[in-house]
């Protein structure tokens, strides 16, 4: 695929305006305040890496660039922090050097994929009634209970000094991603329903609501 004349000059982001990954690339690209075109995977079911922005992985989202195309959104969003003049403070997954705090970050980002999973296997037609269903549930559940319950303290024991964080644009991306695809009510998460409430004062969260690409 060869890229539009657009994408030479400022990035793309390629990716899904309902996916909590491609969801997290578009609030740090609005912190960031870099100016870039998104650029919609319409079909989920495609097996041509070029619908993903060349990613052999077959996974949103990415980003192309002048210097090339980054897979995945941990590696567009530190491309996109690179980018951007000045370069606000973020705490990134690697600064995360107390257990609650990293702990919290793999299971936010475990619980995205199992999302993923379950919502891939609805939409491709499996049942849900197989033990490894029923695991990825479970396994989801007590990931959201774990982190409702140290999210308090989590978010305590970020740098105080920091503009964003990795671990709170993916929390949200996350906990807001549950219902809008009707995965897992969050009603009961009383502490990750304030810390979003917090979250989506922020103008990069209203700016990227969930929705289907037409």
């Known amino acids: 695929?060869?890229?539009?004349?657009?994408?030479?000059?400022?990035?793309?982001?390629?990716?899904?305006?309902s996916s909590h990954f491609t969801r997290i690339t578009r609030i740090f690209a609005s912190e960031m305040r870099i100016g870039h075109s998104f650029q919609v995977l319409?079909?989920?079911?495609?097996?041509?890496?070029?619908?993903?922005?060349?990613?052999?992985?077959?996974?949103?989202?990415?980003?192309?660039?002048p210097r090339g195309t980054w897979f995945g959104a941990l590696n567009?969003?530190?491309?996109?922090?690179?980018?951007?003049?000045?370069?606000?403070?973020?705490?990134?997954?690697?600064?995360?050097?107390q257990p609650v705090l990293a702990?919290?970050?793999?299971?936010?980002?475990?619980?995205?994929s199992t999302e993923v999973a379950l919502i891939m296997s609805r939409v491709g037609g499996a049942g849900d009634s197989s033990a490894h269903h029923a695991k990825m549930r479970t396994s989801l559940g007590n990931m959201m209970s774990w982190l409702d319950e140290n999210a308090s303290s989590a978010l305590a024991a970020l740098p105080p000094h920091r503009d964003l964080s990795f671990l709170e644009v993916s929390l949200f991306c996350l906990v807001t991603h549950l219902e809008f695809r009707?995965?897992?009510?969050?009603?009961?998460?009383?502490?990750?329903?304030?810390?979003?409430?917090r979250f989506s004062t922020r103008?990069?969260?209203?700016?990227?609501?969930?929705?289907?690409?037409?």
């Open 1 to 17: 695929m060869t890229a539009a004349p657009e994408a030479l000059t400022r990035p793309v982001i390629i990716g899904r305006s």
């Open 42 to 65: 319409r079909d989920i079911m495609s097996s041509n890496p070029e619908d993903y922005g060349g990613n052999p992985a077959l996974k949103i989202p990415s980003l192309r660039t």
């Open 76 to 97: 567009v969003c530190r491309e996109l922090w690179r980018q951007s003049s000045p370069r606000p403070r973020v705490v990134w997954p690697e600064d995360l050097d």
């Open 103 to 112: 702990n919290a970050q793999e299971l936010v980002l475990q619980a995205m």
């Open 182 to 197: 009707e995965v897992l009510p969050t009603a009961p998460y009383s502490e990750l329903n304030r810390f979003c409430q």
């Open 203 to 214: 103008a990069s969260a209203s700016e990227t609501p969930y929705r289907f690409d037409a």
